[in-house]
């Protein structure tokens, strides 16, 4: 690829034109025409969603295949390694605002509108002409009972237990790192399968807990406000975490394939910084879903 | 060019002020280009609290334009070949940022106050609880047991309607006009409870400057003082579906005494009988109380009716309630008002169908409020008409289906 | 704007590349900075027009009283459409397209930071539009509960709801990629020796802007995402039955929606303060205190979302915090005018049509502005709010303000795009028509909006006739006034009229600035090298630049 980083290799490299991004972007489209149809009931049948998510997972695949090949290739200088650096926080920073959406669904919830209901507030008139006798208490599915009387999962039971699963794998990851960083591979590597397997218990832990929930708890998606905000905080959690395991994996796979070299291996720590991102967000659930 | 400029601004300038005057001969509400001063103390301090800031604004923009428009004469390449270099100066950055700083607070503090008046709904004379539906308002007398519906009078309907041919400019208080007004006593503390049925709507009236959002599943309160009876008209003004523009307000401020008889005839009951207008577009509103009358005379009951009698009934629900997005035809608009001929919704198990017209689906508002007899009335109409081959259904069935 | 032709010059630059591949591909594949930006521009251009054809229908129901032409619901529908597409199908690509072709240029870098992500920001955007137009054609037909999509009435939407909601995440996707390679662009790739206070304000403007969207865009698509999951999932996250509050949609909305217009306009105010200096000859005024400024804006523009919602009935104490907190942004925005106002002075101005569209902004940006301020009162707000006062307040700040800057933008910049010379006599022309007419179609909805007229309506009480025949009036002149402009620079892109590429590098005599030292048309491929500085090159000219590289951030 004749780029202006191939002719100079202390040049800014640009990538030679790509047709990646144009398919990914059709892959998206066809699924979420899929992802429509199946729930507004349309007659488009599952073929475009498989289609689609087939379609966006080959071609994120090969985009990021092209990136390695940059990096291993010795393409990026220590500027495109800032540009990933910034490029990667900046990212992260978006992930915490759109929890913090979540999060302030949650804080809103119980601090004002359960209570406003309740007729505290000034609320008063809400509380006697429409839900007479409803008391604000948490957790709650609201004044008209949504989904029926249900129980919640107690913090210091599986949560806890899911809590030291990721504060280990952050422990282990940075291990591997440190390891990397040293140029011993196969400690590295023994720490990186550590870390993914304690993201792969992590998941399975979370998917018992759910079974457990919609099985025996009649704690669903229904539950009025608890169930809405405990399912989609935990939930979107739970697709980060697979994301991350995913990474991790990945990465471990560049590792055995030789890949990153002691002194430079972003790809390592952006797919590290994520994996901790992760984690906080999980201490942020354990302590205001589960435990308070 | 720069004459180009100023012709430009000028026949602007002009063309406005003209049109403006135009309008005003128009208009019946104070002006009609600037908010009323109202009817109630409050309205009055909000109008003046308008007009100050209004000037204020002016002020700075006589200034800051002023200052442009000064340089853009007297600052160009051909007056001033000659640029200057200055770019920087701590001292006027300070002032600009304090003075209107200070000028602010000068806003801030009326403001503050007259605010604070506003939300105080403290020791109300008397509580009316307003409900909001798609598309239409109820008001509830607490404590008086007097409850009706206020909908877009008959005659600015049949004028809305798309290509109705009428020429609206002739309709009396064309769209600010309804059925039932809300009816209140002069010179008493009166506080809203506001709430909505379905979806958000907001009740507003301008001359008694209150405006309150009417939130499903809430309660907000506001209160107002009439000072003057009279007539003042409203409109709701937060977006609730097709018909946001024709569910308007009116508010009939009467002498106390006046108002106690009213209310005295209303808990009668009668006179919604008596008043109670053939049925008219989306006004199911006297149905309600007419029905109670019936029942308490021991009317014959509604089953009573006979099939050919619903859908005869059914005829008039079904053009007052839903031709507007159905038509006539029973076919609808597509892509957005499904077509009835044929449905598998109207052909389809009836309690599907009195299910749907009882709650809604997207688009289509719940038609609670209309009586069990008119909607067993119009489910047999629609399931008869156009070819539609539904077996009928009965009153008890919707009683049922209610529950 | 880059096109074939154009890349062949850019072959006579700099022959040592390869070329743009050939025909559609190169469009579908480019990496390059200046293609992307072309790209964006002509698609923001597409977007305005068809907004502006919906808002054409809105205006011709609203000629005259009574139901001429649509149905209510088709009404709300183009309401809804238009402000969904002149907003992220018109404005914000108009201002992604500038920062592609101007940012790099400005700092002296080769392309964007990451130039593949680049691609795919902008070419999601077609699709999604595409996803977003096809609902007018879906059972239900498209949304119609507005473009701030408030439940409940959102979720009554028929078939189209997923695909509105979907769009909405794509276009954050969109933004969000677009936002953070612009800000690591800035941060990461200045030339040496441009400390970040040496930077052209346009690119200051932007890199707070990239740091409100990617703030913000992630909260809408929370929010968003909680309206699919009440609709098809049974949350209740906005059903008070459960627990939930439909209010609590509007607060975590305006969270982003107000940043939102910030985001609007920041990037306009760099533009405006790009063009004023180079026509005043004469170095901006309070370079320093315009970053600031900018920044504080960004900052209250967190804190007065509320603003939005005074009748919602909130607790007292919320109201007055919200009231204070708003009026408090006419005091930065302030500083930005005076500043623009000290630079004409004892200045020595030309008004060519760049500089003409940037003096329109600056005078009826502030006419929207005090509208504004008016609007933060929250007494009188409770009159004001949902009438045509509200909208005439946001479309002076919207067109006069953010779409005056994007075409003046595009008529200070096209010379350096494209080599050559718009049609200065049209140029004014179209920019007196549009002041007028733009005046003539919003001016009196103030009016309207005052004596009462709520929004959303498709039909209204007769006194409010005159203001409506007015507004549509306006409305059909301004937008058959945008097709002088069309032409003019479609001439200057394909050469037409027989127009020359001919121009200096410094195209502007009073221009500073990297983007002038390059050719005109500037080649397609810049400053793969880094330029070195000379004072004259910076915009931001100061006393004594050395003295200010303690302000080194990066
Ligand atoms: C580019 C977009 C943009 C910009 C820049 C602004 C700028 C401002 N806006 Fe606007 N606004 C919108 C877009 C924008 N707005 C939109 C789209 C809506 C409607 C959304 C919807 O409901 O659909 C809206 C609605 C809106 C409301 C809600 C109204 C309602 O629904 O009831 C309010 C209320 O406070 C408000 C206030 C302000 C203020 C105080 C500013 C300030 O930033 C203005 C500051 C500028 C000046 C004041 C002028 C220059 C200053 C000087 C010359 C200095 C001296 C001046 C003084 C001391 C007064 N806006
Ligand atoms: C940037 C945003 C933007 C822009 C540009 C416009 C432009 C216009 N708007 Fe709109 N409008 C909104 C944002 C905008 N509007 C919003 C947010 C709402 C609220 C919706 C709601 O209530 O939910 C609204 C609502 C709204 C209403 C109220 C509808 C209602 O309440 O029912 C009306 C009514 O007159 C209206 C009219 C117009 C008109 C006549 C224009 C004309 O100016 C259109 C003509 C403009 C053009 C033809 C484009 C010209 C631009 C160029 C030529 C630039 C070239 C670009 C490049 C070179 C890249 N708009
Ligand atoms: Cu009810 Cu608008
Ligand atoms: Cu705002």
């Known amino acids: ?292 | 060019m720069l004459n180009k400029g100023w012709l430009a601004r000028v026949a602007a300038g002009t063309a406005l002020a003209l049109a403006s005057a135009v309008a005003m001969a128009y208009t019946e509400t104070s002006g009609g280009y600037n908010l009323p001063t109202g009817v109630t103390e409050i309205s009055r301090e909000v109008y003046g609290l308008h007009m100050w800031i209004f000037w204020i604004v002016c002020g700075i923009a006589v200034v800051v334009f002023g200052a442009m428009i000064w340089s853009i004469i007297f600052h160009r390449r051909s007056k001033n070949p000659k640029p200057a270099d200055f770019h920087e100066s701590t001292t006027v950055e300070i002032i600009w940022t304090t003075i209107p700083f200070i000028i602010l607070i000068g806003i801030a503090i009326p403001a503050a106050g007259t605010l604070i008046k506003m939300e105080d709904t403290r020791n109300a004379e008397m509580s009316i609880k307003v409900t909001g539906y798609q598309w239409k308002w109820e008001y509830e007398y607490l404590g008086e047991d007097v409850k009706y519906f206020s909908t877009l009078s008959a005659e600015s309907n049949a004028a809305r309607q798309l290509k109705s041919g009428v020429d609206v400019t002739q309709v009396p208080n064309y769209l600010v006009d309804v059925d039932n007004a809300l009816v209140l006593p002069v010179g008493k503390k009166i506080r809203f409870l506001i709430t909505a049925n379905d979806v958000i709507h907001a009740w507003w009236v301008p001359e008694l400057a209150v405006k309150k959002d009417a939130i499903p599943g809430y309660v907000n309160e506001t209160w107002t003082k009439i000072d003057q009876p009279g007539t003042y008209r409203g409109v709701c003004a937060e977006l609730c579906g097709r018909d946001h523009g024709f569910m308007p307000i009116v508010v009939k401020a009467v002498p106390e005494a006046e108002f106690q008889a009213w209310l005295a005839a209303k808990k009668g009951g009668k006179t919604e009988v008596a008043a109670a207008p053939a049925v008219t577009a989306t006004d199911a509103a006297p149905a309600a109380p007419a029905v109670e009358v019936a029942a308490a005379e021991a009317a014959p009951a509604p089953k009573a009716l006979s099939k050919e009698e619903l859908a005869k009934k059914g005829e008039g629900v079904y053009k007052a309630n839903c031709a507007a997005c159905h038509q006539a035809t029973g076919q609808g608009l597509a892509p957005t008002f499904p077509s009835l001929v044929g449905s598998k919704v109207v052909n389809g198990p009836a309690g599907e169908l009195i299910k749907q017209v009882l709650n809604g689906k997207n688009l289509m508002p719940a038609f609670k409020q209309l009586s069990d007899e008119d909607i067993a009335a119009v489910v047999n109409y629609t399931r008869s008409s156009w070819g539609n081959k539904g077996e009928a259904t009965t009153v008890a069935a919707v009683a049922a289906a209610r529950k | 704007m880059a096109h074939h032709e154009h890349a062949h010059d850019a072959h006579g630059h700099d022959d040592h590349h390869h070329g743009p591949d050939k025909g559609i591909m190169r469009w579908i594949k480019t990496t390059n900075h200046k293609d992307l930006g072309t790209l964006y521009l002509f698609f923001s251009f597409a977007m305005f027009f068809v907004g502006g054809l919906m808002s054409l229908v809105i205006r011709a129901e609203l000629f005259h009283p009574g139901l001429q032409f649509v149905d209510p619901e088709f009404f709300n529908q183009m309401t809804t459409m238009h402000a969904l597409i002149m907003i992220f199908g018109g404005v914000m690509p108009g201002f992604v397209g500038l920062a592609n072709w101007m940012v790099p240029m400005m700092i002296g870098c080769s392309d964007l930071a990451l130039p593949r992500v680049n691609n795919w920001g902008f070419w999601i955007l077609p699709f999604a539009f595409a996803m977003l137009l096809a609902t007018l054609f879906m059972d239900g037909g498209a949304p119609a509960g507005g473009w701030t999509m408030y439940p409940p009435l959102v979720l009554q939407t028929g078939n189209s709801f997923p695909f509105l909601i979907f769009a909405v995440h794509i276009l954050g996707i969109s933004s969000i990629t677009g936002a953070i390679n612009v800000a690591v662009t800035i941060l990461n790739m200045r030339a040496p020796g441009m400390s970040l206070l040496k930077m052209p304000l346009f690119c200051w403007t932007w890199l707070i802007t990239a740091y409100l969207l990617i703030a913000v865009m992630p909260v809408l698509a929370g929010a968003v995402t909680m309206l699919l999951t009440d609709k098809y999932f049974g949350t209740s996250f906005f059903t008070a039955a459960g627990g939930g509050d439909p209010v609590m949609f509007q607060h975590i909305f305006w969270f982003f929606g107000h940043p939102e217009v910030y985001i609007l306009i920041l990037p306009a105010f760099g533009v405006v303060s790009t063009i004023i200096p180079t026509f005043a000859r004469k170095a901006l005024f309070g370079y320093d205190s315009m970053v600031y400024a900018t920044a504080s804006i960004a900052f209250l523009s967190f804190i007065v979302w509320a603003h939005h919602m005074f009748t919602v009935g909130m607790p007292l104490a919320g109201e007055l915090f919200f009231m204070f907190a708003t009026m408090l942004i006419a005091v930065p925005t302030g500083v930005k005018v005076f500043n623009w106002v000290a630079t004409m002075w004892k200045g020595s101005m030309t008004f060519e049509t760049p500089m003409l569209f940037a003096l329109g902004f600056v005078f009826l940006f502030s006419i929207g502005g005090f509208s504004g301020l008016m609007l933060a009162i929250t007494p009188v707000d409770f009159q004001y709010h949902d009438t045509y006062f509200v909208v005439a307040h946001f479309h002076y700040v919207l067109v006069p303000g953010a779409v005056f800057s994007i075409i003046a933008g595009v008529y200070y910049w096209i010379p350096k795009w494209t080599g050559r010379m718009y049609n200065e006599a049209l140029g004014k022309f179209h920019f007196w028509t549009s002041a007028i007419f733009i005046n003539l179609t919003f001016f009196p909805q103030h009016f309207a909006g005052l004596a009462g007229m709520q929004r959303r309506v498709p039909d209204y009480a007769i006194q409010f006739t005159d203001w409506n025949v007015m507004s549509s009036w306006g409305a059909f002149l301004f937008f058959a006034a945008q097709f002088i402009f069309i032409g003019n620079m479609l001439a200057c892109c394909y050469g037409w009229f027989g127009r020359k590429q001919n121009l200096p590098d410094r195209v502007w005599e009073g221009a500073h600035g990297l983007e002038w030292t390059v050719a005109s048309p500037a080649p397609y491929h810049t400053f793969e090298d880094p330029p070195s500085l000379h004072d004259e090159d910076l915009t931001a000219v100061h006393d004594k630049v050395d003295a200010l590289d303690h302000h080194k951030l990066a």
């Open chain 1, 1 to 292: 690829m004749a780029t202006p980083a191939a002719a100079n290799s202390e040049r800014y490299f640009v990538p030679a034109p790509s047709a990646w991004p144009f398919l990914l972007t059709v892959g998206l489209v066809v699924l979420i025409i899929g992802v429509s149809g199946f729930l507004e009931d349309g007659n488009v049948g599952p073929i475009p969603l498989y289609l689609g998510g087939a379609l966006s997972i080959a071609i994120i695949y090969v985009w990021f295949r092209d990136v390695a090949r940059e990096s291993e290739g010795g393409l990026y200088t220590a500027q495109v390694d800032r540009t990933y650096r910034w490029g990667m926080s900046w990212f992260i920073f978006s992930e915490v605002m759109f929890f913090g959406a979540f999060f302030g669904a949650l804080f809103y919830a119980r601090g004002l509108s359960l209570p406003w209901l309740a007729g505290e507030g000034g609320e008063l008139t809400t509380n006697l002409l429409l839900w007479p006798g409803f008391e604000a208490a948490w957790p709650s599915n609201g004044p008209a009972n949504m989904g029926g009387k249900f129980d919640t999962i107690p913090a210091f039971d599986v949560p806890l237990i899911n809590t030291l699963i990721l504060l280990t794998s952050g422990v282990t990851i940075t291990m591997a790192h440190h390891a990397l960083k040293e140029g011993k591979r196969t400690p590295c590597i023994a720490w990186m399968w550590a870390t993914v397997a304690l993201g792969a218990l992590f998941l399975f832990f979370q998917v018992e807990e759910y079974v457990h929930a919609y099985n025996d708890l009649n704690l669903t998606l229904h539950s009025g406000i608890y169930g809405s905000t405990f399912f989609m905080l935990t939930g979107f959690h739970g697709m980060h975490v697979t994301l991350g395991t995913l990474m991790l994996l990945v990465i471990t796979l560049r590792l055995m394939k030789g890949h990153f070299k002691p002194e430079s291996h972003f790809g390592f720590e952006g797919v590290a910084w994520y994996w901790h991102f992760v984690d906080v967000v999980w201490l942020g659930l354990f302590v205001v879903v589960y435990w308070l």
